[in-house]
């Protein structure tokens, strides 16, 4: 739909992406990241994005509150029935996290945290945001989990983790690029014209730098491994 629809622009990126889309999507890779990294494993939601964050007014601006739709998948064995409670804070992305709501767990598993953060990022924010602020956005993550943690040892540190990002975005963003077109075609039944115009605008813009982005970070990553 998206190749259709996006004219010979939007159908040329698609073709870079679908060069490399093996490689992308190679899982076994995604699935030694922790131990390629030397990262400790974290309870990753699996499918942060907008629909599972819930959102009350604050005094001078919304709190996240709450985080919802979690699908348990695995636990790793190491894990201990009290640890998970910590943890599943850290996943709250939110500057009052500790008083964040969690809702009925049903897809989770223990991953690397660039999991759902590139996934909440991919699929909540414009090409040009998501760009300019990532490494700002991991920055005040990994903030977040130190003083959580207060003073216990780090499961990574911030360069490890914005390596993670690097090396976890093309699959991270490619899984976001297909729940992208049905949300188009929901918005292109409506009757309002302006409307129409005005999100085909932002889902462009985030899609075409979606695929930009993957094929650019699947392009330093070869590099960085020497391939």
């Not at 991953?111 to 090409?127: E, F, Q, Y």
Request: hydrophobic share 40%; with cysteine.
């Amino acid at each position: 739909m998206m190749r259709s629809s996006g004219g010979e622009k939007m159908a040329d990126k698609i073709d870079q992406v679908e060069a490399i889309v093996q490689d992308v999507i190679d899982t076994d890779l995604i699935d030694k990241l922790s131990t390629s990294l030397g990262m400790g494993k974290v309870l990753c939601h699996g499918d942060m994005w907008s629909t599972n964050l819930i959102w009350k007014k604050g005094e001078n601006d919304v709190d996240l509150a709450a985080v919802v739709d979690f699908q348990v998948q695995s636990f790793d064995e190491r894990q201990t029935a009290l640890e998970v409670p910590k943890v599943l804070v850290l996943h709250s992305y939110s500057t009052s996290y500790t008083s964040c709501t969690l809702g009925q767990t049903q897809t989770v598993h223990f991953g690397i945290p660039t999991v759902d953060i590139v996934r909440v990022m991919c699929a909540c924010m414009s090409g040009k945001d998501r760009r300019e602020h990532w490494e700002e956005i991991l920055k005040a993550f990994h903030s977040y989990l130190e003083e959580e943690l207060e003073g216990c040892n780090l499961p990574y540190t911030l360069d490890v983790l914005k390596e993670a990002y690097r090396q976890y975005f093309p699959f991270g963003a490619f899984m976001v690029v297909p729940m992208i077109g049905p949300l188009f075609q929901m918005a292109c039944k409506s009757d309002d014209t302006e409307y129409k115009a005005k999100v085909g605008e932002v889902i462009s813009e985030k899609v075409e730098c979606l695929l930009e982005d993957i094929c650019e970070f699947h392009r330093q990553n070869q590099l960085r491994k020497g391939a």
